[in-house]
């Protein structure tokens, strides 16, 4: 007889992945993670963010007294997530056992997540940036989840990543539903490429205190 062989192969969700990405964090620094959460909470965090589509507002760039809208820097709408509802609290809670499950595999200190839902219209964009500079304290780990469901893969788009000099593009990630990119926030220069459809995701940030 022929060894067993599992097929179609398991799921693997986020939980039983925190070796494999914790590995990827102290290596290329970033990682690409497919079908991450059971269908029904990523279809439920689909259809939230659809019903909140008009309770977005225009995300604006830096920090309280320099806050402002920019057209030309990024063109994204947003809400904070707040866990006032089953699936944001679903989400969220997954996302505070990575972030423990990280601490204990790299002892990085990440102190909490916060998260936007954000919603790019067609032709909005997010120029190159950075989500953190470092040595500061603040943002160390980026995580955005895709929820844009059958996505056109030639409508653009795309996250793209830079080496850190911004001189080389390391990786272009479609925006497909279900998938979640997780990059070091100091070590990535990156920018949202402009799509033909409305592209909608879960932006995060693990941070750590001053
Ligand atoms: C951000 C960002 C990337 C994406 O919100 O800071 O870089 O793919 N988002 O939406
Ligand atoms: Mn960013």
Known sequence: MSGTRTFPPVQRFLQERYDEIADALAGPGF????????????RDLVALIGSREDQ??????????????????????IQWLEAEDVTVTE???AMDKLRQALN????????DYEAHFASYA??????????AF???????????FYLNPDWDLTAGGELVLYDEAEEQELVRVAPECGRLILFLSEDFPHEVLPARYPRQSIAGWFRVKP
């Open 122 to 131: 067609p032709g909005a964009f997010y120029k190159k940036h950075r989500d």
């Open 104 to 111: 204990e595999r790299l002892y990085i200190g990440l102190s």
């Open 134 to 144: 470092r040595g500061k304290p603040g943002r160390k780990l980026s995580s955005v």
């Open 91 to 93: 989400f969220l809670s």
């Open 56 to 77: 977005l507002k225009r995300a604006g760039i830096g920090r309280e007294g320099d806050y402002q809208l920019n057209d030309s820097v990024r063109g994204d709408a």
């Open 31 to 42: 990682i690409i993670l497919d079908n991450i959460f059971p269908a029904t909470l990523t």
